[in-house]
């Protein structure tokens, strides 16, 4: 089983820049799909960012142009670079990891960053 550590959350001004990191404590080589979640108190979770094998990423509309999905595969790692942060972007960012692809399945989440943005 490879576990997920998402780190790099705090406090940031509006405006401001973080960057979160999720490293996995094993090869996540093999996986087809990498992306970061968030939950803000009282919402559901949801889906801010996407990397596939082939490196093609998707983001949330909300998100688009201000954030940016990349991963170190020598690394074990997957980054959300934030900028130009708002008051809204606060939540619990999630990092997940999955293969959907037989044999090998699996599917990892991290226990999750706080991020809060506030002036």
């Known amino acids: 089983q490879v576990q997920l550590v998402e780190s790099g959350g705090g406090l940031a001004q509006p405006g401001g820049s973080l960057r979160l990191s999720c490293v996995a404590s094993g090869s996540i080589s093999s996986a087809n799909n990498m992306n970061w979640y968030r939950q803000a108190p009282g919402k559901q979770r949801e889906l801010v960012a996407s990397?596939?094998?082939?490196?093609?990423?998707n983001y949330a509309d909300s998100v688009k142009g201000r954030f940016t999905i990349s991963r170190d595969r020598d690394k074990n790692t997957v980054y959300l670079q934030m900028t130009s942060l708002e008051p809204e972007d606060t939540a619990v960012y999630y990092c997940?990891?999955?293969?959907?692809?037989?044999?090998?399945?699996?599917?990892?989440w991290g226990q999750g960053t706080q991020v809060t943005v506030s002036s």
């Open positions: 990397i596939i094998s082939g490196g093609r990423t």
């Open positions: 997940n990891v999955l293969r959907t692809m037989i044999p090998g399945r699996y599917n990892y």
